[in-house]
Structures are given as C-alpha cells and as structure tokens.
C-alpha cells in the first residue's frame, strides 16, 4: 500500500521556499538572439572590407557596434558579398532584413524604410590625373569634362541621379577601382564619387601621386541604415534605439572619423 507522506505547514512553506532558493540560484537559460539577415556590399572596400582586420569597413563597424549595445541582435548572412544593385532587389523582396548603409532618395523610400539616426556623412567630389590642369570648380565645369569623354561613377550608386540631373554625360564603371584604372589608362577625364570610397581605393592603389581629388564638393549626403518593409515594427524600433544610443555615446563618429 502506498504510504502518503504529509508535512506540516509550518515545514511544507518551508520546503517550498527552500526549492525557490535553489532555482534562483541555478543559471539562467539565455535567450535565443533575434536574427537580422543582412550581407556586404561587394566593391565598396570603405563600406565592407572583411579581408581587412585593422579596418574592415565603416558599415561592417557600425553593424558589429549595435550588436555589442544590444546583445540580443545578431546580424546573419555576412558571407552573402553582392554588388548593391542585388543587395537593393534583396531589400525590397524581403529576402534580407537590413542593410548597413544607403543614401536615401524619394524613389528608394518608397522600396524599404530608413532608420532616422544618420550613420556617416559623404561628400560627392571628382578625381582627376595629376598632369590634368583642368580646374572642376562647378556643375558646368563637369558637364564640359564629360562632353569630351563620359565621367564615370560606380555602377548602382545614386550619384548617377546628380550627374543626371546636371545633364552632364556620364557611364558607368563596376566600382570605383575599376574606374581609377580606367582613368590611368586615358579612357575618362574625371571620376566622380563618394570622397571616402574614392580616398580609400587611391590609397589601396599607391596612386597619390597621378591622381588628384578636385577641391570643390559637388554635393554632400548622408548614409543611413534601411530595413525591408517586411520588418515588424518592434524590431525596426529595437534597432533604432541601438543606434541612438551609439549617436549619443559617440561611437558613429569615432568610426567614421577612422575612415577620412
């Protein structure tokens, strides 16, 4: 016969606490992270340069950056490189969650959503030969440089839109090292591009001594951080309050200013 064992009161409350105790004691199982799928920007060694330990990239930087402010998020895909005309299509259909960083334009607002905090700000400038004397001061001075030979931008880059609207005649090359090369090799007069982009490919190509960058700035833009329209709100604004934080504490502009 099976025998019941009865405590008393008194000795039940006790055992029940005693049992609360050793449970607040036991560690705590951590919570599984929230995936954000994302991918890197081939071509762009300012923006994502994995190969690079000391500098792996601005927007590489500032994505690892929200991670440690937020454990709890943790980017996935990074091993997708995919030129941005791709990574646009990817954003759009939802197949990535996010993307480190895009400029932003009325019709690229209406594909996906931009967080409000600015990451990084670019200056649109023109690089030019060393032995070219031809001073770039203005717009016009840009649309007389393409009229003997196309500027050239990087395909994908909404820089194009500015030439564009300038009417100065452009084409297009697959990254802004291709169009260095392409300028040392007498194919064009001027590229035009983001400064940072276009210092960092002059540097990783010992050209400081035949290439020059104009001393006007055409335009200044911001770089910001964008999710697919797929993402829940929450998230979006879990991933907003991250880079808040890391506007306030200075860390974007730390790693901004190690990329000038």
């Known amino acids: 016969m099976l025998k019941i064992r009865r405590f008393s009161a008194p000795r039940a409350v006790a055992l029940f ?70 990574i646009e299509r990817l954003l759009e259909q939802g197949e990535i969650d996010a993307f480190f960083c895009l400029l932003k334009s009325p019709e690229r607002a209406r594909q996906w959503r931009y967080l409000p905090v600015p990451l990084y700000r670019i200056r649109q400038m023109a690089v030019q030969r060393m032995s070219d004397s031809t001073e770039l001061r203005s717009m016009a001075d840009l649309v007389a ?31 802004e090292r291709e169009a260095l ?50 993402m829940s709100p929450d998230l979006a604004l879990r991933l907003t309050q991250a880079l808040q934080q890391l506007e306030r504490d200075g860390s974007l502009r730390t790693i901004a200013e190690k990329y000038k």
């Open 17 to 86: 606490l005693s049992m609360l105790a050793l449970q607040a004691t036991m560690p705590a199982r951590a919570a599984e992270p929230i995936l954000v799928r994302t991918a890197m920007q081939s071509g762009s060694l300012v923006k994502y340069a994995p190969d690079d330990a000391a500098s792996p990239g601005l927007c590489l930087e500032m994505l690892r950056a929200v991670e440690r402010i937020d454990p709890g998020l943790r980017f996935v895909g990074l091993e997708l490189r995919a030129p941005l005309r791709r």
């Open 145 to 175: 440089a393409g009229a003997k030979k196309p500027v050239l931008v990087a395909q994908g880059t909404l820089l194009a839109e500015t030439l564009q609207r300038a009417n100065v005649a452009f084409g297009f090359a697959p990254s």
């Open 181 to 230: 090369q392409m300028l040392q090799l007498g194919r064009t007069d001027v590229v035009y591009g983001q400064d940072l982009n276009l210092l960092r490919n002059i540097r990783a190509a010992d050209l400081g001594d035949r290439v020059r960058l104009s001393a006007t700035v055409f335009q200044e833009d911001i770089q910001y951080a964008t999710v697919s329209k797929q």
